[in-house]
């Protein structure tokens, strides 16, 4: 079994940025992160693999950064431009091999909230 420790979400304005970390206890070839908005689905911000292949959900695109640390099993999400629709509970997530649309992956963090005010 693999922990996630997720860390960096809080209250920002809109217009600001907060990075996120999460720390997983064995290595894992995707990892990534997902956000749920009150009432709503959650969904798929963006995800990296060991060799680099990233994704960007289309409404992070150009303002989100996904990256990671290999030797240090931990991945990043640097926010920046945040608007009160990115309000949120931000979760990492690892796969051992694909995080992918349509199915979930095989370990999740507890959550860290991400408020944007207008």
């Known amino acids: 079994q693999v922990q996630l420790v997720e860390s960096g979400g809080g209250l920002v304005q809109a217009g600001g940025s907060l990075r996120l970390s999460c720390v997983a206890s064995g290595r894992m070839n995707a990892m990534g992160w997902y956000r749920q908005a009150p009432g709503k689905q959650r969904e798929l911000v963006a995800s990296?693999?060991?060799?680099?292949?990233?994704d960007y959900a289309d409404s992070v695109k150009g303002r989100f950064t996904i990256s990671r640390d290999n030797a240090k099993n931990t991945v990043y999400l640097q926010m920046n431009s945040l608007k009160p629709e990115d309000t949120a509970v931000y979760y990492c997530a690892a796969s051992a091999l694909l995080i992918r649309i349509g199915r979930p992956p095989d370990y999740w963090g507890q959550g860290t909230q991400v408020t944007v005010s207008s």
């Open positions: 990296i693999t060991m060799s680099g292949r990233i």
